[in-house]
């Protein structure tokens, strides 16, 4: 495994740059997971990923959207999505702030 941080803050993730032509910054990625650090822009440009994911709100508040279905959110809730599904954050607050986790579908 390779050398990897046992704890990671959101203040540091959130200091993290993106790669370039990326929305979110990489904190881990290591076989069979990968966790980002995603502060959503408005309008949310996301469309469906190839593996399932889960995002953890951090910080702000709004409406989640999956497949045509909107849910509010807020700090501490966790958010699923199936890959291949449509989804984006929508009217959500300036400071909105998530930890991603990416990992293989079923």
Request: hydrophobic share 35%; glycine share 10%.
């Amino acid at each position: 495994m390779p050398d990897m941080p046992t704890v990671t803050s959101a203040a540091a993730a959130a200091r993290l740059p993106n790669a370039p032509g990326r929305i979110s910054a990489q904190v881990l990625n290591c076989p069979g997971l990968e966790v980002r650090w995603y502060a959503p822009p408005d309008p949310d440009p996301q469309g469906p990923h190839d593996r399932d994911e889960i995002y953890v709100v951090v910080t702000g508040s709004g409406e989640f959207e999956r497949e045509g279905t909107r849910t509010k959110f807020g700090p501490g809730d966790l958010i699923f999505v199936a890959k291949g599904e449509q989804h984006r954050f929508v009217g959500h607050t300036k400071d909105t702030t998530l930890w991603v986790v990416f990992a293989p579908g079923a």
